[in-house]
């Protein structure tokens, strides 16, 4: 998975390419521990992303309690798969998907 | 049944997963399939790796089939750690907000989601994990 990053003072992006599942997911996870610090604002981009599987909805989840009590977290670009994850579990209802 | 054994560990999900999707291409398999028998690859794996040797590095092997004339493709998970069914997991509540339910569970939910079918079976001190998906 590739990670790339980009801020605009407190607003930070993250766009994603690869897959969000076991294996990279701690990758995502170490990187939003050390960026979120002055972070308000977070976007997550997926156009790039090909699919999540539960072990990258953890991610999202800890993510979003992070951002819940500053400017808070979205996710935009989810294609098919990625949609109907956030659907069957029920994060649809609570993330904010653009 | 095209079949792949390797370490029961994390690191080998990539290998297992390339195996499959090399089988899947050669099916003409459509992309969003393709992306969901991955997702269950990671889930089912995943747990094997973490759960089925508790007392030090054991195999599994992967298999695959495919059922041309209903174009099912079943993909089966192998290995002899302890007896454990995934499915006798209870299903997490989604009714409960998302903030007040334990995230575990929740892989195995996926798959049961996004499969056509998922079978579990203990035989000859394997257990023995299918899914189907129409393909």
């Known amino acids: 998975m590739k990670i790339t990053k980009t801020q605009h003072g407190s607003a930070l992006e993250i766009a994603l390419e690869g897959r969000l599942d076991t ?4 990758e995502l996870e170490g990187e939003l521990n050390k960026s979120l ?6 976007t997550l981009d997926f156009s790039g992303l090909e699919y999540i599987s539960s072990a990258g909805l953890r991610v999202l989840l800890s993510a979003h309690k992070a951002m819940m009590s500053k400017g808070g977290m979205k996710i935009v670009h989810v294609n098919d798969v990625v949609q109907e994850v956030f659907e069957v579990t029920g994060f649809s209802d609570i993330l904010t998907i653009e | 049944m095209k079949e792949l054994t390797v370490d029961a560990v994390l690191e080998n999900i990539p290998s297992v997963t ?6 899947l291409e050669a099916l003409d398999c459509s992309m969003k399939a393709q992306m969901q028998i991955d997702v269950a690859i990671d889930e089912l794996f995943s747990n094997i790796a973490r759960y089925a040797y ?3 590095p054991g195999k599994a092997t992967v298999g695959i089939e495919f059922d041309e004339e209903n174009r099912m493709c079943s993909v089966v998970f192998s290995d002899e750690g302890i007896p454990f069914d995934p499915l006798a997991q209870q299903a997490p509540d989604t009714s ?3 903030m007040d339910r334990p995230v575990g569970g929740l892989g195995i939910f996926l798959v049961k989601k996004t499969m056509d079918a ?7 001190g394997r257990n023995i994990l299918t899914i189907r998906k129409r393909i």
């Open chain 2, 118 to 124: 998922v079978e579990y079976r203990h035989e000859n």
């Open chain 1, 23 to 26: 294996m990279t997911a701690p």
């Open chain 2, 54 to 56: 508790p007392d030090g």
């Open chain 2, 96 to 98: 409960l907000p998302l």
């Open chain 2, 18 to 23: 390339a195996f499959i999707d090399g089988q």
């Open chain 1, 37 to 42: 610090g002055d972070v308000q604002e977070l």
